[in-house]
C-alpha cells in the first residue's frame, strides 16, 4: 500500500509532532486520512512503516527506554578521524552489536541532567517500543552563549533512512530557533554514516569546538548548524 504524501518542508510528521499547541497534546500519531488530505497535491511516497510511529515528549522515567528499546546495532566500513587540517575518511570493518560498552553509564546521567534543566525530549514510538529520539539540550554554550547542543539523535536500525532522522533533526533545531539559539552544536559519532548524514543536513565542522564536550568524545566529529 503506498499513500501519496508530502515530504518537504512541514511533513505529517513535522506538522504532527509541532502542531499548534503542543503541550495541549503530548501524543501526536500520524492518521492516515490527514496524511491523505495533506499530501493529495505533492505528490511524494511515504512509507507505510511510518504511519504507525507515535511521537510525544517524554518523561523522565521513559529515560530508561532509549537504551533498552532502540536498536543502536550497525554495520561500520568507515570512520571520520580528527586531523589538523579537518577531518580524513579512515577504513574500518565492525559490527557495533548495541549502545557501546559503558556508554549507558556513561550517557544515562548526563541525560537526566538534561532533562532536569528543561531539555526537550521527543520519542518516536511503535506501540510502546520507543523507536526513535531526539534530544535538545537548553543550557547555551559558545563563545557568545548562543548555541544549544543537540545533544541526541538516534533512530533504531530498521526504522533508518526513511527519512526519520531528518525531520527529528529539523524539529531539534526548529525548536532551538524558538528558543533563540543561533547554532546548533553537535559532537557526532565518527562513523561515516552518522557524519555524512549530518553534513547533508548543512552541518559544517565546528569552529568553536566547546573543551567540555570534547574531553567526554575526543574521538567524536563537532560540528556546527546556523539556524
Ligand atoms: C544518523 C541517523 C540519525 C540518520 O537518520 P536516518 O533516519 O537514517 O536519516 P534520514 O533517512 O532521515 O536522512 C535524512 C537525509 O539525510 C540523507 N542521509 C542519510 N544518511 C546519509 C549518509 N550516510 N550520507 C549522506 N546523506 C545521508 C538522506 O538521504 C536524507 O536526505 P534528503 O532529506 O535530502 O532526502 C541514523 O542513521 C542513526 O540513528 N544512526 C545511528 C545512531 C547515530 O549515529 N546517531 C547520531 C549520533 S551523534
Known amino acids: 500500500m503506498v499513500v501519496v504524501a508530502q515530504l518537504v518542508e512541514h511533513s505529517p510528521v513535522e506538522r504532527a509532532v509541532v502542531g499548534s499547541n503542543p503541550t495541549d497534546h503530548p501524543i501526536y500519531p500520524l492518521p492516515q486520512s490527514s496524511l491523505q488530505s495533506i499530501c493529495i497535491k505533492k505528490q511524494c511516497i511515504i512509507t507505510p512503516i511510518m504511519d504507525n510511529i507515535m511521537f510525544r515528549k517524554l518523561k523522565k522515567a521513559d529515560l530508561p527506554q532509549i537504551w533498552t528499546d532502540?536498536?543502536?546495532?550497525?554495520?561500520?566500513?568507515?570512520?571520520?578521524?580528527?586531523?589538523?587540517?579537518?577531518?580524513?575518511?579512515?577504513?574500518?570493518?565492525?559490527?557495533?552489536?548495541?549502545?557501546?560498552?559503558?556508554?549507558?553509564?556513561?550517557?544515562?546521567?548526563?541525560?537526566?541532567?538534561?532533562?532536569?534543566?528543561?531539555?526537550?525530549?521527543?520519542?518516536?514510538?511503535?506501540?510502546?517500543?520507543?523507536?526513535?529520539?531526539?534530544?535538545?539540550?537548553?543550557?547555551?554554550?559558545?563563545?557568545?552563549?548562543?548555541?544549544?547542543?543537540?545533544?541526541?539523535?538516534?533512530?533504531?536500525?530498521?526504522?533508518?533512512?526513511k527519512g526519520l532522522g531528518g525531520k527529528l533533526f529539523r524539529i531539534a533545531a526548529k525548536e532551538a530557533r524558538r528558543l533563540g539559539a543561533k547554532k546548533l552544536y553537535v559532537s557526532a559519532t565518527e562513523n561515516m554514516n552518522t557524519v555524512d548524514f549530518y553534513k547533508h543536513m548543512g552541518c559544517t565542522l565546528a569552529k568553536d569546538i566547546n573543551k567540555e564536550l570534547y574531553k567526554l568524545e575526543p574521538n567524536d566529529i563537532h560540528l556546527e548548524y546556523k539556524l
Not at 565492525?94 to 534543566?117: H, S
Not at 517500543?129 to 554554550?141: E, G, P, R, S, Y
Not at 552563549?145 to 536500525?157: A, M, N, P, S, V
Open 70 to 161: 532502540i536498536d543502536r546495532s550497525e554495520s561500520v566500513d568507515s570512520v571520520y578521524v580528527n586531523i589538523d587540517e579537518g577531518i580524513k575518511l579512515k577504513k574500518v570493518n565492525f559490527e557495533a552489536k548495541g549502545w557501546p560498552p559503558g556508554e549507558v553509564e556513561k550517557y544515562q546521567p548526563i541525560l537526566t541532567n538534561c532533562f532536569d534543566r528543561g531539555g526537550y525530549f521527543l520519542g518516536g514510538f511503535v506501540g510502546q517500543k520507543m523507536i526513535a529520539v531526539v534530544i535538545l539540550d537548553q543550557k547555551f554554550i559558545g563563545k557568545n552563549e548562543d548555541t544549544l547542543q543537540l545533544k541526541f539523535l538516534h533512530i533504531g536500525r530498521t526504522y533508518r533512512k
